[in-house]
């Protein structure tokens, strides 16, 4: 999976057109706040905050996505991300990033509404022709997921960032919290692994063309299972496996279930070749950032090979949903997954009673 010139797919650098990754310290999700840096500062603002009977999910257990009680049969679910470039071509940049934002409203059980775009670029470093594809990509997005942006917000800015504010609505009975597993669940995930790697590779010019091809299908593909999975009363609990990597946010999972979470690592599904971009130290410095806060709570068993921390640790833009459900629901939630077309999904682990943390064996 490695090239010893780039895809020709990858948009290359003029002397008037830099690589819009050259233009930013991060890329796509792994430009999170670590996730202990993160939770110190969200300690620290809380302490006074409103917090209205009609909130149904807030900040209390790092959900995806704030959930506001409307009346007996409507709940809005609102969410904003956005980023830095993970990729150098403009349109799939604002694809990308509009993907990974609306991931948040599915992964809560919702069906996303309306969209407001946050856009901030250098205005003097880029032409108004790039900046508008990044735009058009986002909108092309939310045009294939049925909603418009109704609005938003630009500023001049040193790095090109571009997202969402992302709005949807469920039905209160529907909310499906990153908190609700139950001891004896399966695990179930919906997309591969492997996009933090991806984007290192591709920034050292590593990434060969069915690579690039693999990371742009993995990263715009709409978590769309996500009503439909809410509608089964056998899935307890949903989140999407984003910036803090599958570790991360099972642990999240662990954390508000008071629950311990094990991932039978050789179910795990992965991106083509990127064990061995892996090897060959094409890794993230978000991944690294992750283990520091959260390995002291995960368990990798011995023998597994020595890619897997940073594998579990790789900080997943527009990653898949990881769902929580009965045994007996497993049947119907990968055949949902499999109906939106998302052929990689695969039973990864299972969930014990037990201190909260992660276990990968």
Request: proline share 7%; hydrophobic share 45%; net charge negative.
């Amino acid at each position: 999976m490695t090239a010893s010139s780039p895809s020709p797919n990858i948009p290359v650098a003029t002397p008037t057109l830099p690589r819009l990754t050259s233009l930013s310290h991060g890329g796509g999700c792994g430009c999170k706040i670590a996730p202990g840096v993160l939770s110190e500062i969200l300690q620290s603002s809380g302490a006074n905050a409103v917090i209205p009977p009609e909130l149904m999910v807030g900040i209390e257990t790092a959900d995806d996505a704030a959930v506001y009680r409307l009346n007996d049969s409507q709940a809005l679910v609102a969410t904003t991300d956005f980023f830095m470039p993970i990729v150098d071509d403009p349109y799939e940049f604002g694809r990308i990033a509009a993907t990974n934002a609306l991931s948040d409203v599915y992964a809560m059980g919702g069906k996303p509404i309306m969209a407001l775009a946050l856009v901030a670029m250098p205005i003097n470093q880029l032409p108004l022709d790039v900046i508008g594809a990044i735009v058009r990509g986002g909108q092309d997005v939310c045009r294939a997921a049925g909603i418009p942006i109704a609005g938003g917000h630009t500023i001049d800015s040193v790095e090109p960032i571009y997202g969402l504010v992302a709005m949807g609505l469920v039905h209160p009975d529907r909310v499906r919290r990153n908190a609700e597993a139950k001891a004896g669940d399966v695990l179930v995930l919906g997309k591969p692994l492997g996009v933090g790697i991806y984007s290192a590779a591709l920034k050292k010019l590593k990434l060969d063309d069915a690579g690039y091809r693999e990371m742009i299908a993995n990263t715009t593909r709409l978590n769309t299972p996500g009503p439909l999975l809410a509608e089964l009363p056998g899935v307890h609990a949903i989140t999407d496996v984003t910036g803090f990597g599958l570790a991360g946010h099972a642990l999240e999972m662990a954390r508000g279930a008071g629950v311990q979470v094990v991932v039978d690592w050789a179910k795990v599904p992965l991106l083509p070749g990127v064990v061995q971009l892996a090897e060959d130290g094409n890794v993230t410095g978000a991944s690294g950032r992750n283990w520091a806060a959260y390995g002291a709570e995960v368990q990798i068993a011995k023998g597994l090979p020595a890619t897997t921390q940073n594998l579990v640790s790789d900080p997943q833009t527009s990653g898949g949903l990881l769902v929580s459900c009965a045994p007996e629901s497993v049947a119907d939630v990968l055949a949902i997954f499999e109906r939106e077309g998302f052929g990689s999904a695969a039973v990864i682990g299972r969930v014990e009673a037990g201190a909260s943390g992660l276990r990968v064996e």
